[in-house]
């Protein structure tokens, strides 16, 4: 619903208690109007329990010389976390230059001169490490997702969900981009889930807080979980535009080191919310 600005014609105010009505009268329209999210372009995910992991089967699964494919991806378990906020797409090329202008940083790359290349504003960055990632999310006030987070905002109000989108395996008609050689499309490429966000597998793999483990989710805390205490390698989630469609589930990891940056890694920004009595 789109917020209708109120309009006031106020011919003259001849006494204090004639101004203290206006005034009354303009704050009760106000308080009428719909309010988004008081975080610009960020979507509150109410807290809640899903089936973290992957539930569904492989072909593979029964290859007996190469046990461990994809195995990162269980056991399946129930898992609980508390209500955050998650950008609603990737963070761009235009925001990431905004960051770049205000704070001095090196740019990435693939930009001429510095720039963002014209025409792809609105293009996820990519080619970020994670420090980068990090050092952006804390420029804005935000901060990564947990490898968890991350995964039950995928799945939207399906616990158990196999794609952002639905069941249905990702087709070029359907969801845009994916198992190509160009890069990543724009953002707002793939459909929204439930939650309202975009791009959440297929785009480009975001990082994430956690450290990565392989054997992390059978000794995973039931609630809340961080990831290991530390590691070599940081959490990836999401796929991207050069893989196949078939792995483009909500449960799919990858990782990397944390100074690594790839035409395939990119991220978006997560934010606890403000504690009431703050």
């Known amino acids: 619903m789109r917020n209708t600005p109120a309009v006031f014609w106020v011919k003259s105010v001849g006494s204090s208690a004639g101004l203290r009505t206006v005034l009354g009268s303009f704050l009760l329209v106000l308080l009428a109007i719909p309010v988004r999210s008081a975080e610009p372009e960020m979507i509150l995910i109410p807290g809640g329990s899903f089936l973290r992991g992957r539930s569904h089967d492989l072909p593979d699964d ?6 461990n494919l994809l195995k990162d991806e269980r056991p399946a378990r129930k898992t609980v976390v508390d209500s955050f906020y ?3 797409h990737e963070v761009t090329n235009l925001q990431y230059g905004k960051y770049l202008e205000a704070t001095g940083g090196d740019a990435p790359y ?3 001169d510095g720039k963002p290349p014209i025409g792809k504003q609105d293009y ?10 990090s050092a952006y999310c804390r420029w ?3 901060r990564l997702p947990s490898e968890a987070e991350w995964e039950y905002a995928a799945r939207g109000r399906h616990a158990a969900l196999k794609y952002p989108w639905g069941k249905e395996e990702p087709s070029k008609e359907k969801h845009a981009r994916f198992d190509g050689i160009d890069g990543p499309g724009k953002v707002g490429q793939f459909p929204e889930n439930d939650f309202g966000l975009c791009d959440m597998a297929g785009s480009v793999w975001e990082w994430c807080s956690d450290w990565y483990g392989r054997n992390y989710y059978a000794r995973a805390p039931a609630q809340n979980p961080r990831g290991p205490a530390k590691g070599r390698y940081r959490t990836l989630r999401g796929g991207s ?4 469609a078939k792995f483009l589930t909500c449960s799919y990891r990858s990782f990397a080191r944390l100074g690594e940056r790839s035409p395939t ?10 504690a009431k009595g703050n």
């Open 110 to 112: 693939y930009w001429p």
């Open 62 to 67: 029964g290859l007996k010389w190469f046990p």
């Open 241 to 244: 535009w050069a893989d196949e």
């Open 140 to 142: 804005s006030g935000k």
């Open 265 to 274: 890694i990119g991220f978006r920004c997560a934010k606890s919310p403000v």
């Open 86 to 88: 998650l950008d609603k």
């Open 124 to 133: 996820p960055v990519v080619n970020v490490s994670w420090h980068e990632a």
